[in-house]
Every structure is written in C-alpha cells, then in structure tokens.
C-alpha cells in the first residue's frame, strides 16, 4: 500500500470513527526508527505528505523547522529526535501528523503512519519505571505481537 493510499485510509477512518464505547478510544499509529507508536485520535488535526517544511535557525534539534499551512505557522517536531535517536533522510513515506493540542497546532514528522486502531483503555500499562522517555505514558500490547508505545501529547506541546 503507498503512503497515499495508507494516509487516506487513516484520515478516513479519523474523520468517520463509527460506534465505539466509553472504555475503548481511536489511536493513530505510526512508525518511527522501527518502534511503534499510538497517538489519540482526538488530538490528530490532520496527516500531510511531501509537505515543504522550511528550515529555521537556533532552534533545538529535535525542531525539523515549520511550515505553512493555510496562512498557519506549525513547528515540526522531529519525533525521532526528540525521543533522543539519530534524525532520518526523508523518504516517500514520512509525512507529518498535524495535533491540535488545547488549540496549539503542532507537527510530528514521523517515518510512516500505520493505521486508526480502537484501544481499550484498561489494556493501558504504565509505562516500565525505567523508562527515561518522559513522552510516554503507556503501552499496549496489540494482537500482533508488537508493543504500542503511546505518546503523551501535552508533554509534547510543552517540549
């Protein structure tokens, strides 16, 4: 499936959510340096691709710059950066998910999006007490095998 096709059938399932219950809520996921990550679909604005992101001086690193979206400056955050990997060559499948948080518009770059998935709340763990990442704040083991890491979007805004 192309990035197109994988973003389209991701906004589409974020813009017509169905029926879900009260203990269960949407999450987007996506990939990034081969780690899994959820982000609550209440947050998510929108998911752009080959969108230009202009570079800005003096900024920290882990700011990959902004852009301009409809007459809106959005800073992009590089997520890889900001969970302390090395940053990654843009490729046809990194794009940006745009998050309105408490009415701050913000940008995740991300190396890929992967699907609107239906979390039941109690399967949340915390994350491990080790845990250095501050942005996470829970995890879900999914059917598959793999481990979701979920992103905690109002430290987030903060960083």
Do not use: W
């Not at 992967?114 to 491990?128: F, K, M």
């Amino acid at each position: 499936m192309s990035t197109e096709e994988m973003v389209s059938a991701a906004s589409e399932q974020l813009e017509n959510p169905g029926v879900s219950d009260e203990i269960s809520q949407k999450y987007l996921t996506f990939i990034s340096d081969g780690l899994d990550f959820g982000i609550k679909a209440s947050y998510i604005s929108e998911i752009l691709t080959n969108q230009h992101i202009t570079m800005l001086p003096l900024l920290p690193s882990y700011i990959k710059g902004i852009i301009n979206m409809r007459g809106m400056i959005i800073p992009i955050i590089d997520i890889r950066i900001k969970m302390g990997k090395s940053p990654a060559e843009p490729t046809n499948h990194s794009c940006v998910i745009v998050l309105n948080i408490n009415s701050m518009m913000l940008g995740v770059y991300v190396d890929t999006v992967s699907l609107v998935t239906d979390i039941d709340e109690s399967e949340i763990a915390p994350p491990s007490p080790t845990n250095r990442q501050e942005l996470v704040n829970g995890m879900v083991s999914m059917a598959d095998g793999k481990t979701l890491l979920l992103i905690d979007c109002e430290k987030l805004a903060q960083a």
